[in-house]
């Protein structure tokens, strides 16, 4: 595929995260909820980015953008959608941080020149929720490494795809249901899926969410990036993991703190801990494996494989091996072995058991059916995964 993100949201004629910040009491309350993410989840309070010279991939409307001026950093953005650069400029005269931006270049990560007063000249680079778009990682990763200063930091914000089962998922029951009923898009979403988007906050209409998730053609397995490959990748550019949410470092871990672990024992250690975190990627909810298990891995892993297959072409033999590796993973929920509350499992079981009937379902080719039982399942509107991560690279010395 040739077209990227961009394109595609060139051609819907949208800035996909514009929330319309009107007033300085929504300004706030976006910076409140930024500052609990940075702060309580990823470890780098507001005052870190002050006087930080910091570039950002894809600001769109530039309103995380905001956040980063009002905590003191001075920003360069590198936006390609010039029809955004007013909306940006209009929102930094709108709150009076206009001198904090410093420009706004038409260039995307690929696009982005490495020059001499750019390089190795940023102490922080931000780049949320397209980067795993671009394809090979190592078109951005060798970029952001010469880019970024040493003791500087990249901030990545991707979907994963363990975590993503539940996305692929709602994928597939739309694109069938869609099929079935003979109905256009955002009909066959508002039929499947109004209750479950009535169930969670939001700030966006389910159109967005149709344009932005179910007919986007980069929400797909082959796009998202794993996690542990990540760190891999990140440490052979000379990167460290700082921070991530979900966590990727083994909170447990206990040793003497002028202990130095050695580079391949600290991406051990952190490959260990991810693995033994994919059920609770996959559910959104605490299950950790004592230790790591192929045998669920490459189940989990199958189940992505098929999922995604299912999107482009609903094939009842493949609903049907889908359903027969949940029950694999509701085996194992079962069982010992696993860090979970009692409370979580019975709600990721509940999440397995509402899958394997809608399955069922799409299989049968009754959409009253499959209507009804979007609206009413319990667990199927509850239930969403855990798609996006977070993660806080630094340039180590």
Request: glycine letters at 6%.
């Amino acid at each position: 595929m040739s077209e990227t993100l961009f394109d595609y949201y060139a051609r819907q004629g949208v800035l996909p995260t514009y929330g319309g910040l009107r007033t300085r009491e929504a300004f706030a309350a976006h910076e409140r909820a930024r500052r609990r993410l940075f702060t309580g989840k990823l470890g780098l309070p507001p005052s870190a980015f002050r006087g930080a010279r910091l570039l950002e991939f894809g600001p769109d409307a530039g309103e995380n953008s905001l956040v980063f001026a009002a905590w003191g950093a001075n920003l360069m953005l590198a936006e390609p959608n010039t029809k955004a650069h007013p909306v940006i400029q209009d929102y930094f005269r709108q709150f009076d941080l206009t001198s904090r931006l410093s420009a706004i270049e038409p260039s995307s990560v690929t696009s982005f020149p490495v020059l001499p007063e750019t390089e190795h000249g940023f102490d922080v680079i931000d780049a949320e929720g397209f980067i795993y778009t671009i394809q090979p990682t190592s078109l951005w990763i060798e970029k952001f490494a010469r880019l970024v200063r040493e003791d500087g930091v990249v901030i990545l914000f991707y979907y994963e795809p363990y975590g993503c089962f539940l996305e692929l998922f709602l994928k597939v029951v739309h694109g069938r249901y869609q099929r079935l009923a003979g109905v256009s898009s955002v009909e066959a979403a508002h039929r499947c899926f109004d209750a479950k988007w009535a169930a969670i906050p939001h700030k966006r209409s389910i159109e967005s969410w149709v344009m932005d998730v179910l007919e986007n053609p980069f929400v797909r397995l082959r796009y998202f990036l794993e996690a542990r490959k990540l760190i891999e990748d990140m440490a052979d550019a000379g990167f460290e993991l700082y921070s991530s949410w979900p966590r990727y470092d083994n909170g447990l871990d206990v040793f003497w703190f002028k202990r130095e672990l050695a580079p391949e024992d600290r991406l051990r250690r952190q490959a260990e801990f991810v693995s033994c975190s994919r059920l609770s990627h996959f559910f959104g909810r605490k299950h950790f494996l004592f230790e790591v298990e192929q045998r669920i891995e490459r189940e989990l892993w199958g189940l992505l494989e098929d999922m995604d297959a299912l999107v482009e072409n609903f094939e009842c033999d493949r609903a049907k091996r889908c359903r027969e590796r949940l029950g694999v993973v509701r085996d194992r929920l079962r069982s010992d072995g696993i860090i979970s509350d009692a409370a979580d499992t019975a709600r990721s079981l509940e999440t397995i058991g509402s899958v394997d009937r809608l399955l069922l379902l799409l299989e049968r080719g009754e959409p009253p059916a499959i209507e009804a039982f979007c609206a009413r399942d319990h667990a199927f509107i509850e239930s969403w995964g855990l798609p996006s991560h977070f993660a806080i690279f630094w340039k180590a010395r």
